[in-house]
């Protein structure tokens, strides 16, 4: 009988179009043939379309119950010696990976523990100040909305300060607050919306508020791949601009530009700092997402996900040629990276609110932006007569913009053009 091979590559809960497509570039590149692995949740409820189930390119769907650890094993058992990596991208289906890792011992994965603390800002800062107090900001655990427990944070961390769930991804429900009464208000909105966001974002965990220091200095990112051994391969740096950075009293990831203008010197100070905070939390075969705060020529982490970040593939892709999904991938086979020297264009991704919430009257523009030099492609998320909702309150972006070209100064200019043309009416 044929030895099989070890050729299927699995990933938790969700798969997507992009990931398909990354995998069957590779193969076409090497010679090499995988075959895609979906493990379902049969707890959670999601369509066979939203977890990709129907998706060409899917090989095998397995649907399983979580919960169950016999229904677990008993559903993986046949394929153990056909898996050759197993991963999720979802940062609100890691709790599905860390129960499915006990059912994979002979797999390159991330201990369950170090999922765990990455996945919980409480727990991350914990292992940040114990390993090393100068990358992260004072925090504290929000209880509830009282008086006497906001005057007990406020005094621990004074203002203004950051306050955000400890489990959500995107900036849902982050909040600066420059005073007491502001504070009061939006933590009494936090506590009331919060466990309803968790389950629309299908996260399972306790929902848990943190209050953070808020810190002025400039945004920025990095994707990096971490080794069994703990090497870690970082991409380019990326310069991230939030809500708040052009004017909105919201924190969404408004703009995201790579590679950066920021010298070679600097660039590996900020890649020291993510070394430390990977380390600090044991992460190990994974990629991880990092979001930095520069304060001078200081490097402060404010998060790290083990995960891929938002909008990374196609940024790397578009930039430097980083085929950044087949990379996870490699990662988690005990393999290295491919990750280029040079970065020969530069690109953008810009996610778009409305200044107003609503419901959609118009979407003005967008027919200007298609004839961009730099106009790559736009992913409509909303349309008329969908409601506007900032990220603070738990809402999505209206469309999704890429960018690209071969001068920076002519990319910067076409998002100038963007931000005059785009108009989204509110009623």
Avoid at 103 to 114: A, D, G, K, M, N
Avoid at 157 to 175: C, E, M, R, W, Y
Wanted: charge should be positive; hydrophobic fraction near 40%; include cysteine.
């Amino acid at each position: 009988m044929p030895k099989k091979q070890r050729n299927i590559i699995a990933y938790v809960s969700k798969v997507s179009p992009d990931i398909i497509a990354d995998i069957r570039t590779w193969e076409k590149e090497t010679g090499e043939r995988y075959r895609i692995m979906l493990i379902e949740n049969s707890a959670r409820k999601m369509t066979k379309r939203q977890s990709g189930a129907t998706l060409d390119g899917v090989n095998i769907v397995l649907s399983v119950d979580f919960t169950s650890d016999s229904a677990l094993q008993e559903a993986l058992a046949p394929y153990q010696d056909q898996l050759c990596a197993i991963t999720s991208r979802v940062e609100s289906y890691l709790a599905d990976f860390i129960k499915i890792i006990p059912f994979v011992p002979y797999l390159h994965t991330p201990t369950p523990e170090s999922l765990q603390w990455a996945s919980d800002k409480r727990l991350m800062r914990r292992h940040f100040r114990v390993a090393d107090s100068s990358i992260t900001p004072k925090y504290a655990l929000v209880k509830d909305a009282s008086d006497t427990e906001l005057e007990r944070v406020v005094g621990q961390i004074g203002f203004p300060l950051i306050l955000k769930p400890t489990n959500l991804a995107q900036s849902l429900l982050v909040n600066v607050c420059h005073h007491q009464d502001e504070l009061r208000k939006v933590a009494k909105e936090v506590f009331r919306e919060i466990e309803k966001i968790y389950a629309e974002n299908g996260r399972t965990e306790r929902p848990r508020v943190l209050a953070e220091q808020y810190m002025e200095g400039l945004q920025y990112s990095i994707d990096a791949y971490v080794s069994a051994r703990g090497k870690v391969t970082c991409c380019p740096l990326v310069r991230q601009k939030t809500g708040h950075d052009i004017g909105r009293d919201d924190f969404f990831g408004y703009l995201q530009s790579t590679p950066t203008a920021l010298s070679s010197a600097t660039v590996k100070k900020a890649e020291e700092v993510v070394k430390r905070g990977v380390h600090a939390l044991g992460l190990r075969n994974t990629t991880v997402h990092v979001e930095l705060m520069r304060i001078d020529n200081t490097w402060k982490i404010i998060e790290i996900g083990a995960r891929i970040g938002g909008f990374r593939p196609q940024l790397h892709r578009l930039s430097c040629g980083i085929n950044h999904g087949m990379n996870d991938v490699l990662v988690r086979m005990g393999r290295q990276p491919v990750v280029p020297r040079r970065c020969r264009r530069f690109a953008a991704a810009m996610k778009y609110y409305a200044k107003e919430e609503g419901e959609i009257v118009s979407i003005l523009g967008l027919k200007k932006i298609e004839k961009l030099t730099s106009f790559h492609k736009i992913e409509m998320r909303k349309k008329r007569g969908d409601r506007s909702v900032f990220a603070k309150n738990g809402g999505g972006a209206i469309f999704v913009l890429y960018l690209v070209n071969d001068s920076r100064s002519d990319l910067l200019a076409d998002i100038r053009r963007v931000e005059e043309a785009v108009r989204v009416r509110v009623a």
